[in-house]
Protein backbone atom coordinates (compact mmCIF):
# COMPACT_ATOMS: atom_id res chain seq x y z
CA UNK A 1 0.00 0.00 0.00
CA UNK A 2 1.40 3.20 -0.66
CA UNK A 3 0.50 6.79 1.61
CA UNK A 4 1.49 9.08 -0.59
CA UNK A 5 4.85 8.51 -1.67
CA UNK A 6 5.52 6.03 0.97
CA UNK A 7 5.37 2.34 0.28
CA UNK A 8 4.01 0.26 3.39
CA UNK A 9 4.65 -3.35 2.69
CA UNK A 10 1.80 -4.55 5.35
CA UNK A 11 -0.94 -4.21 6.20
CA UNK A 12 -1.04 -4.55 9.74
CA UNK A 13 -0.38 -1.43 11.52
CA UNK A 14 -0.06 0.00 15.35
CA UNK A 15 -2.09 2.48 16.22
CA UNK A 16 -1.14 5.70 17.88
CA UNK A 17 -1.91 5.18 22.01
CA UNK A 18 -0.93 8.08 24.34
CA UNK A 19 1.00 6.79 27.36
CA UNK A 20 1.21 3.08 25.82
CA UNK A 21 2.94 3.69 22.50
CA UNK A 22 6.17 4.98 23.19
CA UNK A 23 9.59 4.22 21.53
CA UNK A 24 10.11 0.64 23.20
CA UNK A 25 6.74 -0.82 22.45
CA UNK A 26 6.67 0.76 18.88
CA UNK A 27 10.06 -1.47 18.25
CA UNK A 28 8.64 -4.62 19.65
CA UNK A 29 5.62 -4.23 17.67
CA UNK A 30 7.56 -3.75 14.45
CA UNK A 31 10.02 -6.29 15.36
CA UNK A 32 6.75 -8.73 15.64
CA UNK A 33 4.92 -7.77 12.44
CA UNK A 34 3.33 -3.72 12.51
CA UNK A 35 4.69 -3.08 9.29
CA UNK A 36 3.66 0.79 10.40
CA UNK A 37 3.80 2.75 13.57
CA UNK A 38 2.38 6.00 14.73
CA UNK A 39 3.74 7.99 17.83
CA UNK A 40 1.61 9.02 20.75
CA UNK A 41 -0.05 12.06 20.44
CA UNK A 42 2.08 15.21 20.25
CA UNK A 43 0.74 18.66 21.13
CA UNK A 44 0.72 21.38 18.51
CA UNK A 45 0.87 24.23 21.11
CA UNK A 46 3.85 22.20 23.05
CA UNK A 47 5.89 21.94 20.21
CA UNK A 48 5.31 25.56 18.65
CA UNK A 49 6.46 26.79 22.43
CA UNK A 50 9.38 24.62 22.22
CA UNK A 51 8.32 22.53 25.02
CA UNK A 52 11.18 20.27 25.62
CA UNK A 53 9.45 17.73 27.42
CA UNK A 54 7.59 17.31 23.96
CA UNK A 55 10.81 16.55 21.39
CA UNK A 56 11.36 12.94 22.65
CA UNK A 57 8.10 12.18 22.17
CA UNK A 58 7.72 12.14 18.67
CA UNK A 59 11.51 10.49 18.50
CA UNK A 60 11.15 7.49 16.52
CA UNK A 61 13.64 4.36 16.58
CA UNK A 62 16.42 3.31 14.49
CA UNK A 63 14.94 1.63 11.58
CA UNK A 64 11.29 2.49 12.53
CA UNK A 65 10.34 3.47 8.44
CA UNK A 66 7.73 4.01 7.31
CA UNK A 67 6.25 5.75 10.52
CA UNK A 68 4.20 8.83 11.43
CA UNK A 69 4.41 11.37 14.20
CA UNK A 70 1.01 12.37 15.29
CA UNK A 71 -0.34 16.17 15.76
CA UNK A 72 -3.17 17.61 17.94
CA UNK A 73 -4.46 20.98 17.72
CA UNK A 74 -7.07 23.02 16.20
CA UNK A 75 -5.44 26.23 15.17
CA UNK A 76 -4.53 25.92 12.25
CA UNK A 77 -1.27 28.34 12.27
CA UNK A 78 0.45 26.14 15.09
CA UNK A 79 -0.50 23.22 13.13
CA UNK A 80 1.14 24.77 10.44
CA UNK A 81 3.92 25.45 12.64
CA UNK A 82 3.81 22.50 14.46
CA UNK A 83 3.78 19.99 11.23
CA UNK A 84 7.02 22.23 10.03
CA UNK A 85 8.85 21.01 13.16
CA UNK A 86 7.83 17.27 12.98
CA UNK A 87 9.21 17.65 9.22
CA UNK A 88 12.06 19.03 10.04
CA UNK A 89 13.27 17.13 13.72
CA UNK A 90 11.87 14.14 13.66
CA UNK A 91 12.14 11.90 10.82
CA UNK A 92 8.76 11.22 10.40
CA UNK A 93 7.76 9.80 6.77
CA UNK A 94 4.08 11.19 7.49
CA UNK A 95 2.52 13.55 9.65
CA UNK A 96 -0.90 12.46 10.78
CA UNK A 97 -3.71 14.47 12.76
CA UNK A 98 -5.72 13.52 15.49
CA UNK A 99 -9.17 14.07 15.13
CA UNK A 100 -10.41 11.64 17.55
CA UNK A 101 -9.53 11.84 21.01
CA UNK A 102 -12.17 11.71 22.80
CA UNK A 103 -10.69 13.63 26.46
CA UNK A 104 -12.92 16.09 27.25
CA UNK A 105 -9.71 18.39 27.86
CA UNK A 106 -8.98 17.75 24.50
CA UNK A 107 -12.58 17.63 22.43
CA UNK A 108 -13.69 20.41 24.29
CA UNK A 109 -11.17 22.50 23.06
CA UNK A 110 -11.69 21.86 19.50
CA UNK A 111 -8.78 19.87 19.08
CA UNK A 112 -8.81 15.76 18.58
CA UNK A 113 -12.91 14.73 17.67
CA UNK A 114 -13.70 18.29 18.34
CA UNK A 115 -12.47 18.96 14.82
CA UNK A 116 -15.22 16.11 13.31
CA UNK A 117 -17.68 18.90 15.12
CA UNK A 118 -16.04 22.12 13.01
CA UNK A 119 -15.52 20.19 9.49
CA UNK A 120 -14.45 23.65 8.07
CA UNK A 121 -11.62 24.19 10.80
CA UNK A 122 -10.70 20.95 10.09
CA UNK A 123 -9.88 21.28 6.21
CA UNK A 124 -7.92 24.70 6.87
CA UNK A 125 -6.31 22.63 9.88
CA UNK A 126 -5.15 19.79 6.96
CA UNK A 127 -4.70 22.37 4.98
CA UNK A 128 -2.53 24.14 7.01
CA UNK A 129 -0.24 20.87 8.54
CA UNK A 130 -0.14 20.22 4.31
CA UNK A 131 1.57 23.28 4.13
CA UNK A 132 4.33 22.89 6.80
CA UNK A 133 5.03 19.06 6.00
CA UNK A 134 7.36 20.19 2.98
CA UNK A 135 5.71 17.39 0.90
CA UNK A 136 5.30 14.55 3.35
CA UNK A 137 2.22 12.86 3.10
CA UNK A 138 -0.26 13.85 6.15
CA UNK A 139 -2.83 11.56 7.30
CA UNK A 140 -6.03 11.82 9.36
CA UNK A 141 -7.34 9.37 12.34
CA UNK A 142 -10.90 10.16 13.09
CA UNK A 143 -13.88 8.82 14.52
CA UNK A 144 -17.35 8.29 13.30
CA UNK A 145 -18.56 11.59 14.16
CA UNK A 146 -18.84 13.55 17.58
CA UNK A 147 -21.99 11.11 18.67
CA UNK A 148 -24.78 9.26 17.21
CA UNK A 149 -26.93 11.86 16.10
CA UNK A 150 -23.98 13.91 13.77
CA UNK A 151 -21.87 10.64 12.40
CA UNK A 152 -19.93 12.33 9.49
CA UNK A 153 -16.93 10.26 9.25
CA UNK A 154 -18.15 10.02 5.36
CA UNK A 155 -18.42 13.99 4.47
CA UNK A 156 -15.66 14.67 6.14
CA UNK A 157 -13.12 11.93 4.60
CA UNK A 158 -14.08 13.02 1.39
CA UNK A 159 -12.90 16.89 2.36
CA UNK A 160 -9.70 15.47 3.66
CA UNK A 161 -9.10 13.58 0.34
CA UNK A 162 -10.35 16.97 -1.52
CA UNK A 163 -7.56 18.75 0.85
CA UNK A 164 -4.82 16.75 -0.13
CA UNK A 165 -4.49 14.01 2.93
CA UNK A 166 -3.19 10.84 1.67
CA UNK A 167 -4.89 8.18 3.73
CA UNK A 168 -7.67 8.55 6.59
CA UNK A 169 -8.29 5.77 9.57
CA UNK A 170 -11.64 5.49 10.54
CA UNK A 171 -11.73 4.48 14.44
CA UNK A 172 -15.17 3.07 14.31
CA UNK A 173 -16.85 4.61 17.54
CA UNK A 174 -18.18 8.34 18.11
CA UNK A 175 -16.49 10.51 20.49
CA UNK A 176 -19.71 10.01 22.70
CA UNK A 177 -18.87 6.76 22.61
CA UNK A 178 -15.62 7.18 23.95
CA UNK A 179 -14.20 2.99 24.33
CA UNK A 180 -17.41 1.33 24.64
CA UNK A 181 -19.67 -0.24 22.93
CA UNK A 182 -18.82 -2.23 19.89
CA UNK A 183 -16.72 -0.49 16.72
CA UNK A 184 -19.23 -0.21 14.13
CA UNK A 185 -17.12 -0.97 11.12
CA UNK A 186 -20.17 -0.40 8.43
CA UNK A 187 -19.30 3.46 8.71
CA UNK A 188 -15.73 2.50 7.78
CA UNK A 189 -16.39 0.73 5.10
CA UNK A 190 -18.75 3.63 3.72
CA UNK A 191 -15.80 5.67 3.58
CA UNK A 192 -13.59 3.03 1.88
CA UNK A 193 -16.40 3.08 -1.03
CA UNK A 194 -16.67 7.35 -1.14
CA UNK A 195 -13.10 7.62 -1.48
CA UNK A 196 -9.80 6.90 -3.73
CA UNK A 197 -7.13 7.17 -0.95
CA UNK A 198 -6.52 4.51 1.03
CA UNK A 199 -8.24 3.61 4.60
CA UNK A 200 -7.09 2.09 7.60
CA UNK A 201 -9.75 0.56 9.41
CA UNK A 202 -9.14 0.39 13.14
CA UNK A 203 -11.33 -0.50 16.08
CA UNK A 204 -12.18 -3.61 18.13
CA UNK A 205 -9.39 -5.86 16.69
CA UNK A 206 -8.17 -8.46 19.29
CA UNK A 207 -7.83 -11.59 17.19
CA UNK A 208 -5.77 -12.81 14.06
CA UNK A 209 -9.67 -13.70 12.78
CA UNK A 210 -11.01 -10.22 13.91
CA UNK A 211 -8.21 -8.16 11.59
CA UNK A 212 -8.89 -10.21 8.55
CA UNK A 213 -12.80 -10.03 9.10
CA UNK A 214 -12.47 -5.80 9.53
CA UNK A 215 -10.39 -6.04 6.01
CA UNK A 216 -13.45 -8.12 4.73
CA UNK A 217 -16.14 -6.22 6.20
CA UNK A 218 -14.86 -2.72 5.16
CA UNK A 219 -12.41 -3.35 2.13
CA UNK A 220 -10.09 -1.04 3.97
CA UNK A 221 -6.58 -1.33 2.86
CA UNK A 222 -4.86 -1.65 6.06
CA UNK A 223 -5.67 -2.77 9.98
CA UNK A 224 -4.58 -0.50 12.81
CA UNK A 225 -4.74 -2.13 16.17
CA UNK A 226 -4.51 -0.50 19.36
CA UNK A 227 -5.76 -2.19 22.56
CA UNK A 228 -5.56 -5.86 20.91
CA UNK A 229 -2.07 -5.55 21.83
CA UNK A 230 -1.24 -4.70 25.37
CA UNK A 231 1.04 -6.78 26.50
CA UNK A 232 0.46 -8.73 23.03
CA UNK A 233 2.35 -7.50 20.25
CA UNK A 234 2.46 -11.12 18.87
CA UNK A 235 -1.06 -10.19 17.70
CA UNK A 236 1.03 -8.40 14.85
CA UNK A 237 2.69 -11.62 13.75
CA UNK A 238 -0.80 -13.35 13.85
CA UNK A 239 -2.80 -10.73 12.39
CA UNK A 240 0.30 -10.65 9.45
CA UNK A 241 -0.27 -14.49 8.92
CA UNK A 242 -3.48 -14.87 9.23
CA UNK A 243 -3.69 -12.02 6.53
CA UNK A 244 -1.11 -13.75 4.64
CA UNK A 245 -3.21 -17.15 3.90
CA UNK A 246 -0.63 -18.50 6.48
CA UNK A 247 -1.07 -20.32 9.89
CA UNK A 248 -1.39 -18.08 12.46
CA UNK A 249 1.56 -18.74 15.01
CA UNK A 250 0.80 -19.42 18.68
CA UNK A 251 2.37 -16.66 21.03
CA UNK A 252 6.00 -17.98 22.26
CA UNK A 253 6.32 -19.52 26.10
CA UNK A 254 5.80 -17.24 29.04
CA UNK A 255 9.33 -17.13 29.67
CA UNK A 256 10.25 -15.59 26.69
CA UNK A 257 7.17 -13.34 26.36
CA UNK A 258 8.77 -11.95 29.86
CA UNK A 259 12.06 -11.31 27.85
CA UNK A 260 10.62 -9.35 25.29
CA UNK A 261 8.78 -7.74 27.60
CA UNK A 262 11.83 -6.72 29.39
CA UNK A 263 13.72 -5.53 26.03
CA UNK A 264 10.94 -3.13 25.97
CA UNK A 265 11.40 -2.11 29.02
CA UNK A 266 14.94 -1.74 28.80
CA UNK A 267 14.60 0.60 24.82
CA UNK A 268 12.27 2.58 26.65
CA UNK A 269 14.39 3.55 29.55
CA UNK A 270 17.65 3.95 27.20
CA UNK A 271 15.34 6.82 25.83
CA UNK A 272 13.25 8.34 28.36
CA UNK A 273 15.43 7.30 31.69
CA UNK A 274 14.95 4.29 34.16
CA UNK A 275 13.09 6.07 36.24
CA UNK A 276 10.07 6.61 34.09
CA UNK A 277 10.21 3.75 31.80
CA UNK A 278 10.00 1.36 34.66
CA UNK A 279 6.80 3.36 36.60
CA UNK A 280 5.34 3.14 32.90
CA UNK A 281 6.37 -0.33 32.73
CA UNK A 282 4.61 -1.60 35.97
CA UNK A 283 0.92 -1.33 33.65
CA UNK A 284 2.78 -3.19 30.29
CA UNK A 285 4.25 -5.69 32.85
CA UNK A 286 0.44 -6.30 34.06
CA UNK A 287 -0.52 -6.33 30.60
CA UNK A 288 2.17 -9.26 29.61
CA UNK A 289 0.59 -11.09 32.68
CA UNK A 290 -2.60 -11.28 31.61
CA UNK A 291 -4.28 -14.63 31.96
CA UNK A 292 -1.52 -16.41 33.23
CA UNK A 293 -2.54 -18.53 35.60
CA UNK A 294 -1.18 -18.18 39.14
CA UNK A 295 0.18 -14.65 38.31
CA UNK A 296 -1.79 -12.82 40.90
CA UNK A 297 1.53 -12.24 43.63
CA UNK A 298 3.97 -11.45 40.63
CA UNK A 299 0.93 -9.20 39.11
CA UNK A 300 1.12 -7.20 42.33
CA UNK A 301 4.88 -7.09 42.44
CA UNK A 302 5.02 -5.93 38.65
CA UNK A 303 3.07 -2.84 40.28
CA UNK A 304 6.02 -1.71 42.50
CA UNK A 305 8.92 -2.12 40.40
CA UNK A 306 11.12 0.94 40.24
CA UNK A 307 14.30 -0.04 38.34
CA UNK A 308 15.47 -2.61 35.82
CA UNK A 309 17.33 -4.19 38.64
CA UNK A 310 13.27 -4.75 40.27
CA UNK A 311 12.07 -5.59 36.77
CA UNK A 312 14.87 -8.37 36.33
CA UNK A 313 14.19 -9.64 39.58
CA UNK A 314 10.97 -9.71 39.33
CA UNK A 315 11.15 -11.50 35.98
CA UNK A 316 13.49 -14.07 37.31
CA UNK A 317 10.63 -14.86 39.89
CA UNK A 318 8.20 -15.49 37.18
CA UNK A 319 9.98 -17.66 35.26
CA UNK A 320 10.97 -19.94 38.31
CA UNK A 321 7.30 -19.99 39.17
CA UNK A 322 4.84 -19.63 36.68
CA UNK A 323 4.53 -21.13 32.90
C1 LIG B 1 -4.71 4.34 26.22
C2 LIG B 1 -5.13 4.83 24.86
C3 LIG B 1 -4.52 5.95 24.32
C4 LIG B 1 -4.89 6.43 23.06
N1 LIG B 1 -4.22 7.51 22.54
C5 LIG B 1 -4.50 7.90 21.26
C6 LIG B 1 -3.74 8.92 20.63
O1 LIG B 1 -2.79 9.49 21.19
N2 LIG B 1 -4.08 9.26 19.35
C7 LIG B 1 -5.11 8.66 18.68
O2 LIG B 1 -5.38 9.00 17.52
N3 LIG B 1 -5.83 7.67 19.25
C8 LIG B 1 -5.54 7.28 20.51
N4 LIG B 1 -6.23 6.23 21.06
C9 LIG B 1 -7.25 5.53 20.25
C10 LIG B 1 -6.68 4.30 19.55
O3 LIG B 1 -5.67 4.67 18.63
C11 LIG B 1 -7.78 3.52 18.80
O4 LIG B 1 -8.36 4.38 17.85
C12 LIG B 1 -8.88 3.00 19.72
O5 LIG B 1 -8.34 2.46 20.91
C13 LIG B 1 -9.74 1.96 19.02
O6 LIG B 1 -8.99 0.84 18.62
P1 LIG B 1 -9.03 -0.56 19.46
O7 LIG B 1 -10.48 -0.96 19.55
O8 LIG B 1 -8.19 -1.49 18.64
O9 LIG B 1 -8.48 -0.27 20.82
C14 LIG B 1 -5.90 5.77 22.33
C15 LIG B 1 -6.52 4.63 22.88
C16 LIG B 1 -6.15 4.17 24.12
C17 LIG B 1 -6.83 2.93 24.67
Keep these: ?18 GVTDLGFRAICRELGAGYTV ?24 GEHPAAVQIFGSDPACMEEAAAIVAERSGADVIDINMGC ?27 VLRGAGGRPVTVKMRLGWDKGSINCVELAKAMEQAGVSAVAVH ?7 YSG ?6 IRAVKQALTIPVIANGDVFS ?3 AVRILKVTGADMVMIA ?20 PVPDPPPLAQRCDTAVRQFRLSAAHKGEKIACLEARRHYAWYLKGVPYAGYWKEKVCHV ?12 IKRDLK
Excluded: H
Design 102 to 128: PVPKVANNGDGSGLMRDPEKAVRVAEA
Design 306 to 317: ETMEDIDRVTAG
Design 1 to 18: MKLGTVNIDSRVALAPMA
Design 227 to 246: RGCFGNPWLFQQAKAALEGK
Design 208 to 210: AED
Design 182 to 187: TANWDY
Design 39 to 62: TEMVSAKALCYQDKKTLPIMELGS
Design 172 to 178: GRTRSQM
